[in-house]
Structures are given as structure tokens and as C-alpha cells.
Antibody, heavy 121, light 113 residues
């Protein structure tokens, strides 16, 4: 059974850093396209970042230069390193699995339960 | 970026009746080389992550009840719930995955009348 479990969220001051983790089971993280998607409180969905099965990474303009996506094959875990956090980064962060095929890289068939990041002084 | 616009923002439908949600993209999401529309629909219930319902605009994800159907092509798409059940109360999002960044509609809240 496919499962994604996020951790690492919490309350952080503006300008601070946080690393989110997404532990996967039931499949291999490095075989799929994996993304982070966030949802501000009471708002819609915003894609944040993707790591391709080949290792290439892409970011939303809103986080480019501040966030870094990575994965650990041995731990079957996806990460999101978030630096220079801003109040507008406050959201529930979901890891989401895309397809194995590039055409479905952004069609997210499994999602974690999410981890809340609150950026506030 | 491709802007996705859903209508209505909310709707209330009686149990057993049809619910229809529209989604319009600011540019085509139809890839003519393979004739696929890069359009997905998600359902999000309160306190839960989104759930993939439909991809390629009309292909139902495994396990999704057949009362959910998707249609449309190019820039105009529709999600139809043929006979609304109580468990269908949720917010529904369309999403294009034609170009990066993938973008979502603002969501449509479906309630029971």
C-alpha cells in the first residue's frame, strides 16, 4: 500500500529555516516524479516544487532560490529545505506522488496528510 | 502561467441530483501530438488531502465511483457528479499539467441542498 507521511512542520520566525520530510512506503521515491504542494489556511492549492525521477528539480517562482527539494534513496524519503521563510509561506505542505511517466509527472495520485508550517513572529 | 478559472465558486445540490462544475484554462491544455488534454480533477474533503478523481480530462482514477465523469477539450472542461451522494460534499479543484508550473483552479465547494 502506498503511503506518504510528512513531518517537520512547526512555528518558525520570519527569516528562519525548516526542513520537511516525507517518508514513503509501498513504492520507490526515486522511480516517480515527486512534488510538494502547499495550501494556505482556507485557500486553494499551490504547487511548490518537483524532483524528477532523473534528479532534475524545478520550483515555483515564489520559492525559487529559497527552497530546495531533494530525496534520499536509502531512506525512501523526500525533503524540502525551506530557507528565508516569509509569512506568506504559512501553509499546510503536502508531498504528492506524480506518475512514473513524464506525461503524468504532475498528476498527483497519492498525497500525504500534510504538515503545517506557520511563519510568524 | 496558465490560469484556471472554475465556476461556480459554490453550489448546493439535492441528494440524487446532478452537480456540474466548469473549469476554463487561459490557454489550451490539449497536446495535439497525442490528442490528450492535460487536465485533472481533485476532490478535497475537510481536513483531508486532495484525492485524484480524473486525469486526461476524462479518465477516472482507479476506485473512483462512476457517478464522477469528466469531459471537455482545449480550454473548457466539466466535472459532473451524476447523482450526488452525502459523501460527495467537498471542494473540487481542476488542475492543468500541460506546462510547468502546474496550476489549480480556485476550487468549487459542493454542498447538499
Amino acid at each position: 500500500e502506498v503511503q506518504l507521511v510528512e513531518s517537520g512542520g512547526g512555528l518558525i520566525q520570519p527569516g528562519g529555516s525548516l526542513r520537511l520530510s516525507c517518508a514513503a512506503s509501498g513504492f520507490t521515491v526515486s522511480s516517480n516524479y515527486m512534488s510538494w504542494v502547499r495550501q494556505a489556511p482556507g485557500k486553494g492549492l499551490e504547487w511548490v516544487s518537483i524532483i524528477h525521477s532523473g534528479g532534475s528539480t524545478y520550483y515555483a517562482d515564489s520559492v525559487k532560490g529559497r527552497f530546495t527539494i531533494s530525496r534520499d534513496h536509502s531512506k525512501n524519503t523526500l525533503y524540502l529545505q525551506m530557507n528565508s521563510l516569509r509569512t506568506e509561506d504559512t501553509a499546510v505542505y503536502y508531498c504528492a506522488r506524480g506518475g512514473v511517466d513524464a506525461a503524468l509527472a504532475f498528476a498527483f495520485d497519492y498525497w500525504g496528510q500534510g504538515t503545517l508550517v506557520t511563519v510568524s513572529s | 502561467d496558465i490560469v484556471m478559472t472554475q465556476s461556480p465558486d459554490s453550489l448546493a445540490v439535492s441528494l440524487g441530483e446532478r452537480a456540474t462544475i466548469n473549469c476554463k484554462s487561459s490557454q489550451t491544455v490539449l497536446y495535439t501530438s497525442n490528442n490528450n488534454n492535460y487536465l485533472a480533477w481533485y476532490q478535497q474533503k475537510p481536513g483531508q488531502p486532495p484525492k485524484l478523481l480524473i486525469y486526461w480530462a476524462s479518465t477516472r482514477e482507479s476506485g473512483v465511483p462512476d457517478r464522477f465523469s469528466g469531459s471537455g477539450s482545449g480550454t473548457d472542461f466539466t466535472l459532473t457528479i451524476s447523482s450526488l451522494q452525502a459523501e460527495d460534499v467537498a471542494v473540487y479543484y481542476c488542475q492543468q499539467y500541460y506546462i510547468t508550473p502546474p496550476t489549480f483552479g480556485q476550487g468549487t465547494k459542493v454542498e447538499i441542498k
